[in-house]
């Protein structure tokens, strides 16, 4: 079992950066690969970003590939997704799940925080 919580959220205006955290607990999130998604007003959640156990393999999903990185600290239990550039279309509850790294789906969930980009 795995308790994530994301923080970092908020308020920013278009072209602005933020860096959302995801703070694990009950096992090291060296055991899992790990991924942001979100969820914008009336749609589906979104995969956006994940990497793996190493930090060495991340991959994203297009509309955000040269403007999110997500990065991790295991030894902080930590994820980080780093967004610059933000665009009104970023907004959304942003979560972090965890799955295990021999693959299957994403069975652990933060609350998830929202992120506001504002024009």
């Known amino acids: 079992q795995v308790q994530l919580v994301e923080s970092g959220g908020g308020l920013v205006q278009v072209g602005g950066s933020l860096r959302l955290s995801c703070a694990a607990s009950?096992?090291?999130?060296?055991?899992?690969?790990m991924g942001w998604f979100r969820q914008a007003p009336g749609k589906e959640r979104e995969f956006v970003g994940s990497?793996?156990?190493?930090?060495?393999?991340?991959v994203y999903v297009a509309s955000v590939k040269g403007r999110f990185t997500i990065s991790r600290d295991n030894a902080k239990n930590t994820v980080y997704l780093q967004m610059n550039s933000l665009k009104p279309e970023d907004t959304a509850v942003y979560y972090c799940?965890?799955?295990?790294?021999?693959?299957?789906?994403?069975?652990?969930w933060g609350q998830g925080t929202q992120v506001t980009v504002s024009s």
């Open positions: 799940g965890a799955r295990a790294v021999t693959g299957g789906n994403y069975g652990y």
């Open positions: 009950g096992r090291t999130v060296s055991s899992y690969r």
């Open positions: 990497i793996s156990w190493s930090g060495r393999d991340d």
